[in-house]
């Protein structure tokens, strides 16, 4: 009786909670004749639900052990999760300021990410060959996963490339981490993260309170002028 009375208010607290949450709702995704029961933002609706599934998360699998749970650690991490706040903690601003970067890491990251894979995919003519060779839905994949990575410290030079068909010279020019230390040429999609930084206001607000924007200063140096017949970064 105990457990039948523990589970039941198990089960009534994850219901009131989900009434509670004005911003995320339910949806079904069918893959392969199953559904798989996720949480989005109720800003995404339609279509557009499948459509950001289908491009942001790799080989879904009903019959795979935990996939529910992986698929919506995707989507907990790569979409901002709104939330309503007190009026007396949005006015109280001087004692919220001092702690408004390292509260917004993840979903500053997350939000560079979107921007500069939509940068890339729009300019794929423009990509080294073997980029190019991805598509436009993989290489904003390979980006989102790289920036993915690095909020959460597991970025793997070697694992990303392989899980993308990449050799190591290619992924090297792309996205390498080792640029720094080895003193070579600065990767195309750091060149580009420098660009898109000192170009949006609000990124370049926050590069400037975290205190790396002497970091994205250094780089924009070594972009050169674009030359006849040279490919863009």
């Known amino acids: ?50 459509e950001w599934l289908e491009e942001n998360i790799d080989d879904p699998d009903p019959s795979r052990d935990l996939e529910r749970e992986r698929i919506q ?29 390292s509260g917004q890491n993840t979903a500053f990251g997350s939000s560079l990410a979107n921007v ?30 790289i920036f993915e990575d690095l909020c959460y410290g597991e970025y793997n030079d070697g694992k990303v490339a392989k899980d993308f068909g990449l050799s190591k010279a290619t992924f090297s020019r792309f996205a390498g981490s080792r640029w720094t230390k080895s003193g070579s040429v600065t990767p195309d999609l750091w060149l580009n993260t420098a660009q898109v930084l000192s170009t949006h206001k609000d990124f370049k607000r926050v ?27």
Not at 73 to 100: K, Q, Y
């Open 1 to 50: 009786m105990q457990g039948f009375v523990r589970r039941h208010f198990y089960l009534s607290r994850l219901e009131a909670e989900r009434k509670n949450d004005h911003f995320w709702s339910r949806y079904y995704w069918n893959i392969k004749g199953h559904n798989i029961c996720l949480w989005l933002p109720v800003s995404l609706k339609g279509r557009k639900r499948r």
């Open 116 to 145: 500069i894979s939509e940068e890339k995919a729009d300019k794929i003519k423009q990509q080294r060959r073997s980029i190019k060779a991805l598509g436009r839905k993989r290489l904003k994949r390979l980006v989102l996963r």
């Open 207 to 233: 590069a400037v309170e975290s205190g790396v924007w002497e970091q994205v200063e250094a780089t924009l140096k070594d972009i050169a002028p674009p030359q006849s017949g040279g490919k863009s970064k």
């Open 73 to 101: 650690g995707i989507i907990n991490r790569r979409l901002i999760r709104e939330s309503l706040v007190p009026i007396n903690e949005m006015l109280d601003t001087p004692a919220r300021e001092a702690g408004s970067v």
